[in-house]
T-cell receptor, first 112, second 116 residues
Framework: SQQGEEDPQALSIQEGENATMNCSYK?????LQWYRQNSGRGLVHLIL?????REKHSGRLRVTLDTSKKSSSLLITASRAADTASYFC????????????FGKGTKLTVNP | GAVVSQHPSWVICKSGTSVKIECRSL??????MFWYRQFPKQSLMLMAT?????????EQGVEKDKFLINHASLTLSTLTVTSAHPEDSSFYIC????????????FGPGTRLLVL
């Protein structure tokens, strides 16, 4: 069964605005990762946040992790049309498993 | 670095035939490769984990005799869909990790399979 659930399922914004996507999960994790998928393509790794971290930045991306609420958020600032894609969170479960469990994804559309 | 390729990128086949999909790590050795399946507008579902030189570990509900996985070298894993049926039509994506226990996976571009 899927571990992560993204919210919202779809998000449409204007260029320059910020986009926030949320992810909730069910069990204890080693880390949580965010990936991006352009339509009909493979996934690109964006950022990884470990269970003992609360916030991480990478360029225009900001990820937070709240292990008490079992949730994470991905913020994309100053969005661009090229950010249009689906975004997935994936959790690596505690216990050292290499497996990732993906959420359902948020489809982001950035209108020029 | 960390480029993963898949071949073919798309394939159309008749029901009952077998289809082989290759996944290659181009600039690194992949101790572990993963095979996922993705239906339209849905998430990725892990099918199996493949370690070089050993048998693949399949997820619950995935038929190992239908989805044959071979990881013969540190740069190549293959997925063979045997006796394909229309319900096997899907987007198949592989990923690879550089070393055992490495957290980040590098994904291939995917293979779209359509079974008529």
């Amino acid at each position: 069964s899927q571990q992560g659930e993204e919210d919202p399922q779809a998000l449409s914004i204007q260029e320059g605005e910020n986009a926030t996507m949320n992810c909730s999960y069910k069990t204890s994790i080693n880390n949580l990762q965010w990936y991006r998928q352009n339509s009909g393509r493979g996934l690109v790794h964006l950022i990884l946040i470990r269970s003992n971290e609360r916030e991480k930045h990478s360029g225009r991306l900001r990820v937070t992790l709240d292990t008490s609420k079992k949730s994470s958020s991905l913020l994309i600032t100053a969005s661009r049309a090229a950010d249009t894609a689906s975004y997935f969170c994936a959790t690596a479960l505690q216990g050292g498993s290499e497996k990732l469990v993906f959420g359902k994804g948020t489809k982001l559309t950035v209108n020029p | 670095g960390a480029v993963v390729s898949q071949h073919p990128s798309w394939v159309i086949c008749k029901s009952g035939t077998s289809v082989k999909i290759e996944c290659r790590s181009l600039d690194f050795q992949a101790t572990t490769m993963f095979w996922y399946r993705q239906f339209p507008k849905q998430s990725l579902m892990l099918m199996a984990t493949s370690n070089e030189g050993s048998k693949a570990t399949y997820e619950q509900g995935v038929e190992k005799d239908k989805f044959l996985i071979n990881h013969a070298s540190l740069t190549l894993s293959t997925l063979t869909v045997t006796s394909a049926h229309p319900e096997d039509s899907s987007f198949y994506i592989c990923s690879a990790s550089r070393s055992r226990g490495q957290e980040t996976q590098y994904f291939g571009p995917g293979t779209r399979l359509l079974v008529l």
